[in-house]
Nanobody, 120 residues
Framework: QVQLVESGGGLVQPGGSLRLSCAAS????????MGWDRQAPGKQRERVAT???????NYADSVKGRFTISRDNAKNTVYLQMNSLKPEDTAVYYC??????????????WGQGTQVTVSS
C-alpha cells in the first residue's frame, strides 16, 4: 500500500494561484502514475491531472492551460500548480498514486484531501 500526505490548500480570490503538494510513502517502488482528483459537494469525483513516472502529463479540459502537474521522483512527491483559479475550481483535491500489481492490472491509493476554495 501507499500512504499519501497532501498540503497546500486554502482560500484564494478568483484569478489567484495555489500550489498543492503530495508526498508518497510505503510501496513506492511499484508506483507508476500519480495525479490529482477533485470533488465538489454533491458531485462525482473527477480526474484533474495525471503524470507518469516518465513525466508524461494529461489534463482535464477544464483546467488545461491553467494547471500544471509535476513530480519529483527522488522525493516521491507530486505537485499541482494552479493558476488563474475560478470559483468552479472550488473542491476537495485528492492526490492519487497508481500501483502496478504483480497479478496484473493496477490499483489506486488516495490521500486525505485538501480543501481549495476560490471566492472573493
Amino acid at each position: 500500500q501507499v500512504q499519501l500526505v497532501e498540503s497546500g490548500g486554502g482560500l484564494v480570490q478568483p484569478g489567484g494561484s495555489l500550489r498543492l503538494s503530495c508526498a508518497a510513502s510505503g510501496s513506492i517502488f511499484s508506483i507508476y502514475d500519480m495525479g490529482w482528483d477533485r470533488q465538489a459537494p454533491g458531485k462525482q469525483r473527477e480526474r484533474v491531472a495525471t503524470i507518469t513516472s516518465g513525466g508524461i502529463t494529461n489534463y482535464a479540459d477544464s483546467v488545461k492551460g491553467r494547471f500544471t502537474i509535476s513530480r519529483d521522483n527522488a522525493k516521491n512527491t507530486v505537485y499541482l500548480q494552479m493558476n488563474s483559479l475560478k470559483p468552479e475550481d472550488t473542491a476537495v483535491y485528492y492526490c492519487y498514486a497508481e500501483r502496478i500489481l504483480i497479478v496484473g492490472g493496477a490499483t489506486n491509493d488516495w490521500g486525505q484531501g485538501t480543501q481549495v476554495t476560490v471566492s472573493s
